[in-house]
């Protein structure tokens, strides 16, 4: 595809001595011509032509020829104001919060594309808590937008978010795009979606990264992070009016009592001495409006609640050191309370945090409630667990979760992690009544365990109650007693199913020696390879093949052996009293290149 690579050429040039805003004047003189392009030279022309970098404009004239600067706009003009009206936003303004990211289709990426297409358009995120509509400018079909996508260099997200929402977010969200496309100099082509299932009605907003000549558009970072947001303020201004001065003090006393960094906070950190300390006595705060300084003091004593600050005598206040990451690690355990009273209709349950540092110290086994996304413009998606234990488990995507495999419903352990990441995630099975019909042992089994009873205060600690014993049932019916009784019927049930599952090319023709090495009653040796290693009803199995005697068993291994398939190792079996299988020592002794 080729590329779209505006050049910037140099007309009519202003006095050198003119100053900055000649050279803004003088930079709004060039003109496009298709040549060759660098991002970085479009930022720094935006910035010359914006005022923000101030040369002058013969320099501007050199750099022009000596650098060929570039930039990726074919109005100049129209951005030039925009971003220059953005660095100087009246207050007044109807405010808009706008995020923006560019997403490149990497290999990683390509498949997400479509998921985040879904996610958007859910069912109850619309209006009435219907299902999210798409609107568009263009007549392409979602699939074929999603190829296009997954198919280009990248492509852009947008989220409008007024503070106070347009009566039509539809219009608003189009009216927005138009001048985008009045800035940019090209036409655009998106699908949005109007989300009403927040406090705040949002549009969201998927850009293809081509102009309306199908070459790649490039939009500068300062347009991204400052012009769009500009024309959705002042787009919103038109519809709404400017917000009144009531409407800032308003805006001023719900920041009392937020959860987020303020513009308090930031008034609190610019009367800061050196030290850190801010003075509010009245002596000290007298260029300071009464009404603002009591707001100030009213939010020094929720910031003292919070814990992320401590007033000291003589009316001074002190900010904690990182009170900015704490203030918003308070705001998540709201967030996250909130998810979870949702989750649960209402019902009231402990929450543990499974990115935080109180982590329970053994497996536990639970039931997905609910998931959606932490970070809707980065696809962070987060699951709410229903424990067996009673609890409830909040958990945030890490980089080396696999939550999007992991739907509402299943059944999950939560196993111990390493690292920046302390806890796993791991899929058992797709339902609680599927893992009762499973013909292999599967984690029920292991769980049912001398647990036939067990707790039954909640919801889910009843079902799993009850599906132990239906499990039982069928196991009987299989012919397979006493799973649930005898702990070495449990383990010969466990090592023949995975025996079964493993691979029937890598133990062909080969004695099971299985049975001999777990059960016997005298000390057993066996010398073999890893051929095969999965997750079983009981942690990890591994299948281990000995060549020299044609011979194979397949063992339990715990994650502390760190077998991986082509180690060569020795096993030591020992019988262990009142246990369901023998005693296992492994050893390493080579290991495959």
Not at 183 to 200: C, I, P, Q
Not at 557 to 566: E, I, T, Y
């Amino acid at each position: 595809m080729e590329e779209y690579r505006p050049k910037l050429i140099f007309r009519d040039p202003a006095p050198s001595n003119a100053g900055p805003a000649a050279a803004v004047a003088g930079a709004a003189a060039y003109r496009l011509a298709p040549k060759t392009f660098s991002s970085t030279m479009a930022n720094y022309a935006f910035r010359i032509a914006s005022g923000r970098t101030p040369v002058s404009a013969a320099s501007i004239a050199r750099k022009g020829v000596k650098r060929r600067v570039r930039a990726t706009f074919s109005h100049l003009v129209g951005a030039t104001n925009a971003v220059l009206n953005a660095s100087r936003s009246p207050s007044f303004l109807q405010r808009v919060i706008v995020k923006t990211r560019v997403v490149k289709s990497v290999a990683g990426v390509r498949g997400k594309v479509r998921a985040h297409m879904n996610y958007i358009t859910r069912d109850g995120a619309g209006r009435d808590a219907e299902r999210a509509e798409i609107f568009t400018n263009n007549d392409r079909s979602t699939s074929d937008f999603v190829s296009k996508l997954e198919n280009e260099e990248h492509h852009f997200r947008l989220i409008l978010s007024p503070e106070n929402a347009s009566n039509d977010m539809e219009k608003f969200t189009r009216q927005v795009m138009e001048r985008m496309e009045e800035d940019l100099g090209t036409g655009l082509e998106w699908k949005a979606v109007v989300h009403y299932n927040t406090d705040h009605p949002h549009a969201h907003v998927v850009l293809r990264g081509v102009d309306d000549q199908g070459k790649t558009l490039f939009i500068p970072n300062q347009y991204l992070t400052c012009g769009i947001r500009e024309r959705a303020q002042r787009t919103l201004t038109r519809e709404l009016g400017h917000r009144t001065t009531q409407d800032l003090e308003n805006t001023l006393n719900e920041e009392v009592h937020s959860l987020r960094p303020t513009s308090l906070d930031r008034a609190l950190e610019g009367l800061a001495d050196d030290a850190g300390v801010v003075d509010l006595s009245r002596s000290a705060s007298k260029s300071i409006n009464p009404q603002q300084h009591r707001r100030l003091a009213r939010r020094a004593d929720f910031l003292e609640r919070q814990q992320v600050g401590q007033w000291g005598p003589g009316h001074r206040f002190t900010l904690s050191k990182n009170w900015n990451t704490e203030l918003r690690a308070s705001a998540n355990v709201v967030e996250m309370a909130s998810r979870s009273r949702f989750a649960f209709g209402g019902e009231q349950r402990v929450v543990v945090d499974l990115n935080g540092k109180d982590l329970p110290k053994k497996t536990i086994i639970g039931e997905v409630r609910a998931r959606g996304l932490a970070d809707e413009l980065y696809d962070r998606p987060y699951v709410i667990i229903d424990g067996a234990d009673g609890r409830a488990y909040h958990k945030v995507a890490t980089r080396n979760d696999t939550l999007d495999q992991i739907n509402e419903g299943s059944i999950v352990a939560i196993d111990l992690g390493s690292g920046n990441d302390p806890r796993k995630i791991r899929g058992l099975s797709q339902s609680l009544s599927h893992a009762v019909q499973e013909p292999n042992a599967n984690w029920l089994d292991a769980y049912g365990q001398n647990k036939t009873g067990g707790a039954r205060h909640t919801a889910f600690q009843r079902r799993i109650s009850d599906a132990v014993g239906q499990r039982d049932r069928f196991l009987q019916q299989v012919g397979e007693k006493d799973v649930f009784k005898d702990p070495r019927a449990f383990e010969r049930w466990a090592a023949r199913s995975f025996t079964e599952q493993s691979p029937a090319a890598l133990r062909a023709g080969m004695t099971d020696q299985t049975e001999q090495l777990l059960f016997s009653s005298d000390p057993q040796r066996f010398t073999g390879q890893v051929a095969h290693v999965v997750q079983g009803a009981k942690g990890r199995f591994a299948l281990i093949v000995d060549r020299n005697s044609n011979a194979f068993a397949a063992i339990p291994v715990r994650a502390a052996d760190s077998l991986k398939v082509g180690h060569q190792i020795g096993i030591h079996s020992m019988p262990e009293m009142g246990a369901g299988r023998n005693a296992l020592r492994i050893h390493s002794l080579t290991r495959s290149l």
